[in-house]
């Protein structure tokens, strides 16, 4: 008779022999936490996809700013926001944390370093180029593998397949367990 320990080494000493491809199944990414990814996952754009603030602040051109500096606020970008024109000279747009930075602007100061009256914008500090941005594709280039076969799949793993639009998975197919039990002691219940 085999202890629990024995039979269950002696099992993925056995499953360690197979040869040849595993059993898959393409499995929504929902279904797919810990179970072993059977394909490459690659980026579908570049990451971040834009220029992305990571700060509620003011987006605006760094030579334009700095102490005593003072912009007029013509607008604001919220996270999802779809920026169409460029920033014209002279003047600040609000932007939130994870939106896009528009065209012409190269820095983002906090909101807590400005002083805002209406619409102009004081600033408290320097302010230098590419200040709390994360510039377009800095993350991952468009292709990019990210995931690869083999890999046993987490949280972080699925969220970033889910990021990528990788919301269906080809994984390998969980093992299959069966209990025979057998002897003269086993008995029928009524």
């Known amino acids: 008779m085999l202890s629990y320990e024995q039979a269950r080494n002696r099992?993925?000493?056995e499953i360690g022999k197979k040869k040849g491809p595993r059993a898959t199944a393409v499995v929504s990414v929902w279904d797919a936490l810990g179970l072993v990814l059977a394909q490459e996952v690659r980026t579908d754009r570049e990451?971040?996809?834009?220029?992305?603030?990571?700060?509620?602040?003011?987006?605006?051109?760094?030579k334009e700013a700095?102490?005593?500096?003072?912009?007029?606020?013509?607008?604001?970008?919220?996270?999802?926001d779809t920026v169409r024109e460029a920033l014209a000279a002279g003047?600040?747009?609000?932007?939130?944390?994870?939106a896009a930075v528009?065209?012409?602007a190269d820095a983002v100061v906090m909101i807590e370093h400005t002083t805002r009256e209406g619409d102009l914008?004081?600033?408290?500090?320097?302010?230098?180029?590419?200040?709390?941005?994360?510039?377009?594709?800095?993350?991952?280039?468009?292709?990019?593998?990210?995931?690869?076969?083999?890999?046993?799949?987490?949280?972080?793993?699925?969220?970033?397949?889910?990021?990528?639009?990788?919301?269906?998975?080809?994984?390998?197919?969980?093992p299959r367990v069966a209990i025979l039990s057998t002897g003269d002691e086993v008995v029928l219940i009524d």
């Open 11 to 13: 099992l993925i000493e």
């Open 47 to 62: 990451y971040p996809p834009f220029d992305r603030s990571t700060r509620d602040g003011y987006a605006l051109r760094s």
């Open 66 to 80: 700095g102490p005593a500096a003072q912009l007029k606020c013509v607008g604001e970008i919220k996270a999802g």
């Open 91 to 98: 003047t600040c747009l609000q932007i939130m944390t994870g």
């Open 102 to 104: 528009p065209a012409g």
């Open 121 to 174: 914008v004081r600033f408290e500090r320097a302010v230098e180029p590419g200040q709390n941005i994360v510039p377009r594709g800095s993350e991952a280039t468009a292709a990019q593998s990210i995931l690869t076969p083999g890999m046993r799949l987490g949280y972080a793993e699925l969220a970033l397949a889910a990021q990528v639009g990788a919301v269906r998975l080809e994984c390998a197919q969980r």
